[in-house]
């Protein structure tokens, strides 16, 4: 079986999606799933996640911290399975990117994983309190459910 391949993207690779690909990690077999993270601007190259996202993983015993930001590139969108994007902005800069119809079909609004077809946002929470992290955190943990799920049953 061959490695499924998921990317988690945000905006600038250092709140969100940092948290995505920790929490998705967490609950699949590395052997089986690659997960990796990427932000549509170029804004924290090579930097740390967050360290609100940080501390808000390791408050749930995640460790983020070998973690650097990167820039979604037009290789990824052939390179991997699924590209889970955090809002809509994302998605419109992702679907920019893509050279197919087939490249199109890999990016989804991570939210529809639990609000199918609604198109809701993760909120960013990088100009807001600690409290928006953790609401990020519970809206990925519950999305990433569906996720592992849908690799399970063969879906994804």
Do not use: W
């Not at 998921?6 to 690909?21: D, H, Q, Y």
């Not at 699949?28 to 190259?45: K, L, M, R, W």
């Not at 993760?122 to 955190?137: A, I, L, R």
């Amino acid at each position: 079986m061959e490695k499924k391949k998921i990317l988690m993207v945000c905006l600038g690779n250092i709140c969100r999606s940092p948290l995505a690909e920790g929490v998705l990690k967490a609950k699949v077999n590395a052997n089986e799933v690659y997960v990796d993270s990427a932000g549509t601007s170029n804004y924290h190259i090579d930097d740390l996640p967050d360290r609100r996202s940080i501390a808000t993983a390791k408050k749930h015993n995640l460790d983020i911290t070998d973690q650097r930001g990167r820039q979604l590139t037009k290789q990824d969108l052939k390179d991997f399975d699924h590209i889970f994007v955090m809002d809509n902005s994302n998605f419109r800069d992702a679907i920019a990117l893509a050279d197919s119809e087939e490249e199109k079909a890999k990016i989804k609004l991570i939210l529809n994983e639990i609000f199918p077809g609604e198109n809701v946002d993760v909120p960013d929470p990088y100009y807001g309190g600690d409290q928006g992290f953790e609401n990020v955190y519970q809206m990925l943990d519950e999305a990433t459910v569906k996720i592992v799920e849908k690799i399970k049953n063969g879906t994804y």
